[in-house]
């Protein structure tokens, strides 16, 4: 290809008479008719070209008001800043009583799980001091790889915290067997429509107690009895007795069970 420099610009003049030539000249020179002149001689073409031109423009204003004369539209002062990040603490503990989890072997290696194996599962779910019973889990975990040298599994995780009337929360990503890691909020329904953010989870004793982070976007401002201090993450948490009776002071409205 020609470089830049090597381009040079090629232009064209036309020395059209001025003003005063006579029309015959510029008809000439040009090779056609004035389209201008036939106008000026014609005064039906002129009335029909400046009817078209009024119809034209009142087009062109009604177009232009229906696109941006619009009134802007009020943020809705009810809906949280996007930068607002509400934190939310949860326990989740399998009492083994839900048959949980369950293994679903698609792989030919039966000493350990591999790529492909399907785990079910679903577990009760408390509020962050052990005080309140809210809901369960309910999710499936899909086997990526197995990690002797870490004594533990990847797994793809997609599952849901149901808390009662309040609503639910999706999340998905990795869940490690042997580390903390971090899933995304999807969604969820209820008080949490709308929800978006990350959850950290921590595994205390896999697969029997876990500790889970949210730090939640786009929602308005969630309960108090939700938002509680959070008892430290240790093997030997158990959830209050009155919780794990489900007595009704000591778990919220319409519990998921």
Do not use: W
Request: with cysteine; hydrophobic share 30%; aromatic share 10%.
């Amino acid at each position: 290809m020609a470089s830049a420099s090597s381009l040079k610009p090629i232009s064209y003049s036309l020395n059209l008479p001025n003003s005063r030539s006579s029309s015959s000249e510029t008809q000439r020179l040009l090779g056609f008719k004035s389209s201008f002149s036939s106008h000026h001689r014609n005064p039906s073409l002129s009335t029909t070209h400046q009817d078209v031109s009024r119809r034209s423009s009142k087009n062109n204003v009604t177009t232009r008001a229906f696109f941006f004369n619009k009134p802007s539209s009020q943020p809705d002062s009810s809906r949280p800043a996007d930068n607002k990040v509400q934190e939310l603490f949860v326990y989740e503990i399998n009492e083994r009583d839900r048959n949980s989890p369950a293994i679903l072997k698609l792989s030919q290696k039966p000493e350990h799980l591999t790529i492909g194996d399907l785990v079910p599962f679903t577990n009760k779910l408390y509020t962050g001091d052990l005080q309140k019973r809210i809901g369960i889990t309910a999710g499936l975990c899909v086997l990526i790889k197995h990690e002797p040298e870490k004594k533990g599994d990847r797994f793809e995780a997609i599952y849901s915290f149901y808390f009662g009337d309040y609503g639910h929360i999706s999340v998905q990503g990795a869940y490690l067997t042997y580390e903390d890691t971090y899933l995304a909020v999807t969604g969820g329904s209820g008080i949490f429509e709308g929800v978006y953010g990350q959850v950290k989870l921590h595994q205390i004793v896999f697969p029997y107690k876990l500790f889970y982070t949210f730090y939640l976007k786009g929602v308005a401002d969630l309960p108090q009895e939700l938002l509680v201090k959070p008892v430290e993450p240790s093997p030997t948490v158990e959830a209050a007795p009155a919780a794990k009776a489900t007595e009704p002071h000591a778990a919220i409205s319409n519990f998921t069970n």
